[in-house]
């Protein structure tokens, strides 16, 4: 049995739980054996590393710390101004950003602040200074028709929900799609790619005051240079979402005309997904937003996370090393390695490959929605999610496509010869499952079929294949 550091560490955690609620330690330890057999795809997932994950079980849970490194509403903050002024240095030496602000809890949080800040710094109003002071969940239906009243038709344009873009982006239902006049532009219903000329029509017409860039299942690189240049040849201010390849820039794999940093306003990240660090929110910009973007607590946020901003602050500092950027273009290879082996099988992809971290399948070639297909793989032990592609018939529910991506499978050390393996194994599962029928017999569209023997037979192989990369292999846990 291995007595390392990181196994004591996290035995010693669960024996502490268990003494309390021992159901707790075992959907934790339940969780770790889950994630270790199966083959995890999901292009918003990783692993983060032993130190990131221990880093947010400590002490700083305990502390509230409003305000910013140095000007806190509370006492004895001296130790998360520490951690917190270390993360935002890791931050800003990996992406040469001049200002980083690493307190949002998510990506929403953090393209909140980044919303709130550029209203702030670009329009004079009573009610959004009311509003800044109150958190946005305060906000009333009379003060939104306040607000609304006293900026006027505030404009955003974004990349729309079927072509790859996020539901903060303007989305309706979305708190983005209450602030903002939005409209949004596509992909070219040929190739699946932007379409810059067309952007630049749109936003010519629609004038915007925020041109946002960035998508959750895009799966090429986007020309900053070119959106900036659009945002500027309207007065808009240029925002970039990079939460999904935030890994990429960080080890610069991204670089030049892809890399946002030197080209938007401002730019937001989660900092999990291909960034590898804990689950939370970045925002990056120009001294010119940095006092706006510092007010996110109480803006937008309530009290800061510190024991998650410790975290952050690890896993910033792992980005930091060289090894890094051989992990962000190891995630590429990976990508265009699976998409290619689909492809020989006959898979049909949305752009026709990929350029970054992330594979869009369309399944209807299968005779599947993206329900189904979805589901069936889980079966078979590999975890994707479904996601609608552009025109998708099916919308955002059932869908018609499944995302992929190869940021958690690289960090276990899978390669090209693993990645052509996982494209037979899902090509098996989608090719032999069928689209079911309801209760009146009538076509289905999460309804499925799929031969148990196939799933188990899948499922073992899935294991087979994950058994030389083990997931934390110096953690033991029995």
Known sequence: MSHNAESTAFRSALEVIR??????ADAIGAELADQRESLKLIASENYASPA???????????????????????????????????AAEHARELFGAAHAYVQP???????????????????????LKKAQKRHVNDLTEEDWFALRRELGDQRMLGMSLDAGGHLTHGFRPNISGKMFDQRSYGT???TGLIDYDKVAEAAREFRPLILVAGYSAYPRKVNFRIMREIADSVGATFMVDMAHFAGLVAGKVFTGDFDPVPHAHIVTTTTHKS????????????PELADQVDRGCPMVLGGPLPHVMAAKAVALAEARRPDFADYAQ???????ALADGLLRRGASLVTGGTDNHLVLIDVSGYGLTGRQAEQALLDSGIVTNRNAVPQDPNGAWYTSGIRIGTPALTTRGLGAAEMDATAELMHTVLDRTTAGTGPDGAPSKAKYVLDPAVAESVGKQ?????????????VTLG
């Open 188 to 190: 070219d219903p040929a």
């Open 462 to 474: 899935a294991a087979d294949l994950l058994t030389p990369f083990p997931l934390y292999p110096e």
């Open 52 to 86: 990131t994950l221990l880093a947010m079980g400590n002490w700083f849970s305990d502390k509230y710390a409003e305000g910013t490194v140095g000007r806190r509403f509370y006492a004895g903050c001296q130790n998360v101004d520490t951690v917190e002024a270390l």
């Open 105 to 127: 809890h998510s990506g929403i949080d953090a393209n909140l602040v980044a919303f709130w800040a550029i209203l702030a710094d670009r329009v004079e109003s009573p009610a």
């Open 19 to 24: 003494a309390v609620e021992p159901r707790v």
């Open 330 to 336: 190891r995630i590429v290879d990976n990508a265009q």
């Open 275 to 286: 960034l590898r660090g804990p689950r939370g929110g970045m925002v990056l910009c120009g």
